[in-house]
């Protein structure tokens, strides 16, 4: 009988799973767009492929996150690996456009399928060792730092990964590639993702140890997924703590939409080119990511000092919102000052997410139990999707300049807001911390 490592090594263990997991979406940030552009995509059939992600992300997060909780946290993990493995060498090596927006849907689901079981994994682990009222705040701090410098060292490597093979920026020589062979300059990260992928799913399979589930049945698993999802919701309709994280989570989609839609063409006008921007906006992304992480590891002591998690969620959200507003004041003036004004509060906007996300996720974990907890953070998930996906296309129609920056700030100003009443029923449960 597989007997539950002690908290030191399922924290190790969840961070490494973090690291493996997020590298290869990291691998994938600085050549994707370029990759699908090479292989002939016009500007909508690209959009069509992101979509093709998006939605199916969309639609798969509260059954997996059902089937995680019915099935276990391992076998739906590794799943996640098994489809981002597939879709990076679908992506990296397809030509048709059908190929292509195939890959896209897979890596979809695979996110869809990864949005719950390692931390829900990590968490049980956590409480089968030292009881539901353990220190849960550090460990998650670690895995979001962990993702972050994990995402940012894949779009390093990744932006990289073709000069240092040699194979150069010359365009006669990809085109000659493109009509020459599958594998082109642009290829190669994803395939060295597909690489970490294995690792990733034979570390699931051999270290993610958890205790052995009652035997079932494919029509046992089709009703007890409803079921779970409906019973998430349910939690999520009747419990202050879960609506106040699954609306903060909508405040940052919105916040990220508008940083991500946005920032790119900032950094084109800021240098003059669209290439020579493109490379501006891989170091901000760099950037972004190190404040995220740095963010994550100050989550704890955010908590210390401002007295408990619902104070340094505020505190996190806060910043973040007061980036997005230095964002809008830049982009009403342009120079040098403007700039630093601009990438000071792209900064924030990361630190701030990143301290608030493992302050929001131990208030979570303390209102669920293990029978819906992937549920629940794939409702996170899927709030903070649907949201991202709503207003970047609002944004998409405002007129340039501080208006659309300041959609993002009004959202996550609201949902900083959320956190400023004193409400009873955001204590924990009897017999819990909130430290």
Do not use: K
Not at 76 to 88: E, K, W
Not at 321 to 349: E, K, N, Q, R
């Amino acid at each position: 009988m597989n007997r539950a490592p002690d908290p030191h090594a399922a924290r190790r263990r969840y961070v490494t799973v973090c690291v493996l997991y997020w590298l290869p979406l990291g691998l994938t940030i600085a050549p994707l767009i370029l990759l699908l552009s090479e292989r002939g995509l016009t500007l909508a059939a690209v959009a069509g492929c992101l979509a093709a992600h998006s939605l199916t992300a969309a639609a798969l997060e509260l059954p997996t996150g059902g089937l995680s909780d019915v099935l276990g946290r391992r076998v739906v993990l590794a799943a996640a690996g098994m489809s981002n493995l597939a879709a990076l060498i679908l992506v990296a090596l397809g030509t048709a456009t059908w190929q292509l927006a195939l890959g896209m849907a897979l890596v979809g689901a695979g996110r869809a399928l990864s949005s719950g079981p390692a931390e829900a994994w990590y968490v049980d682990t956590v409480h089968a060792r030292s009881g539901p009222g353990a220190e849960l705040r550090t460990g998650l701090a670690r895995g979001a730092s962990a993702t972050s410098v994990a995402l940012a060292c894949g779009t390093l490597l990744g932006g990289a990964l073709p000069w240092l093979l040699g194979l150069g920026p010359d365009p006669g020589a990809r085109l000659s590639a493109a009509t020459s062979g599958l594998v082109l300059p642009l290829s190669w990260p994803l395939l060295l993702g597909a690489a970490v992928e294995v690792v990733f799913v034979l570390y699931v399979l051999t270290s993610l140890h958890e205790p052995p589930r009652p035997a079932t049945t494919p029509v046992r698993v089709l009703r007890g997924v409803p079921a779970t999802v409906a019973g998430g919701l349910r939690l999520a309709a009747r419990d202050a703590v879960v609506r106040r994280v699954l609306l903060s989570a909508a405040g940052a989609g919105s916040a990220l939409a508008v940083v991500e839609l946005l920032t790119p063409g900032r950094t084109a006008v800021l240098t003059g080119t669209p290439e020579s921007g493109a490379v501006l906006y891989a170091g901000l992304a760099c950037a972004g990511f190190a404040c995220s992480a740095l963010g994550a590891h100050l989550a704890p002591l955010t908590a210390r000092l401002t007295g408990e998690g619902r104070r340094a969620v505020l505190t996190g959200l806060a910043v973040c919102a007061g980036g997005l507003l230095l964002l809008a004041t830049s982009a009403a003036s342009s120079g040098a000052a403007s700039a630093a004004l601009g990438a000071t509060g792209f900064g924030l906007v990361y630190l701030g997410r990143g301290a608030a996300g493992p302050n929001e996720n131990e208030l979570l974990h303390r209102r669920v139990d293990g029978s819906g907890r992937a549920t629940a953070l794939s409702a996170q998930s899927l709030s903070l999707q649907l949201t991202a996906a709503l207003t970047g296309a609002a944004a998409g129609f405002l007129p340039p300049g501080p208006l659309p920056w300041l959609l993002g700030a009004t959202c996550m100003l609201a949902a900083a807001l959320l956190w400023t009443a004193h409400d009873r029923r955001l204590c924990p449960v009897p017999g819990l911390r909130d430290a």
